[in-house]
């Protein structure tokens, strides 16, 4: 799709990965980015510069996905769609009703608004938790669905409500398989935070950050402004009814992430290892490293932010909002 002059919907823009979707559109020739958000995880400071662009603006009052009427109404003379609104991985582990409504239900009610107002394009977040722990690594798109949790579950959900969506409506759709998102804008303190601001939230109290297990697992990490470069590439492709990792294929351990995390806050501090809960044990993911060939080969995307720069990256803007 070119965008110039096109109009497009964010759902979920002023998110962490939404909000930088929103800043990599507004550096084409859009004419319109529209932001659709009900700030339960976004915040309005992520998009405080995208909204001095007089072509972004804000759907007044925010938005739900489960406010079916306004989503419609969001959604009328647009020309395109990115869907990132959902609850996050742990957050559907302890509320599994409301990521049923949240993720599966309001990702049905993104399709059939999409469908009502003959949206062209749709570009689905979906996630590397579809797959599971690893059978072999990489992990390419063929591997199979080994979900054991409810995050993975909605998401592997999403996937075949866009699939039967495309099949039934004939809704053009691309879908993003996502690998260990990190970087700015991601929430740095709640519960349900990821692993590397856990980690520095520990160093930066002087805590001795905790492994559990051995720190061998392994993962993929990828920065937040790849993932969103990867979003407009998947806009701009000619891809359809196909579903793609997004990450780069590099493999690092949790133990070599944390000693990389304390060689660049300068802290002497000792990792403090523990096991896992025997809960956590049942869904271990002790790998998940995503391919990145059929990314490269059909959007034209490849990473550019090694876990070096992008730890840096975040660290600075987490100093930066500190002071």
């Known amino acids: 799709m070119n965008l110039t002059g096109k109009k497009i919907l964010v759902i979920g823009g002023a998110g962490f990965i939404g909000s930088r979707v929103v800043a990599e559109l507004l550096e084409t ?53 990115f869907h990132l609104a959902a609850m996050w991985l742990l957050h559907c582990k302890d509320f599994p009703r409301t990521a049923f409504d949240v993720n599966i239900q309001g990702t049905y009610n993104v399709l059939e608004a999409c469908v009502n107002n003959k949206i062209q394009k749709l570009v689905y977040s979906s996630s590397a938790s579809v797959y599971g722990d690893a059978v072999e690594v990489p992990m390419t798109e063929s591997h199979p669905f080994n979900n054991r949790n409810f995050y ?70 990828v920065s937040v402004g790849d993932v969103a470069r990867c979003n407009v590439l998947a806009l701009q492709s000619e891809a359809t009814d196909e579903f793609y990792n997004v990450g780069t294929g590099v493999q690092t351990s949790i133990k070599e992430l944390c000693d990389l995390i304390l060689e660049l806050r300068q802290s002497e501090l000792k990792v403090d290892y ?15 490293i995503g391919c990145p ?16 720069e992008g730890l840096l990256e975040l660290i600075a803007w987490r100093e930066s909002n500190t002071n």
């Open 152 to 221: 993975g579950a909605s998401k592997i959900s999403g996937e075949a409500m866009c699939r039967a969506t495309s099949d039934r409506y004939g809704l053009n759709y691309v879908g993003l398989r996502y690998m260990n998102v990190y970087g700015p804008h991601q929430d740095q303190t709640a519960a349900y935070t990821g692993v590397i601001p856990i980690m520095l939230n520990k160093i930066d109290l002087n805590e001795a950050p905790v492994i559990n297990g051995d720190g061998s697992q392994a993962y993929d990490f």
């Open 274 to 288: 523990k096991p896992y809960a025997p809960e956590d044990a049942r869904q271990l993911v002790q790998n998940r």
């Open 29 to 81: 020739d859009v004419d319109k980015v529209l932001i659709y958000d009900n700030f339960a995880r976004g915040k309005r400071e992520y998009i405080s510069e995208c909204l001095n662009d007089p072509r972004c603006t804000l759907y007044p009052n925010g938005g739900d996905v489960r406010e079916i009427d306004i989503l419609n109404e969001a959604m009328k003379g647009m020309d395109a769609v």
């Open 293 to 308: 060939v059929k990314a490269k080969q059909e959007l034209g995307f490849e990473y550019k932010d090694r876990l070096r």
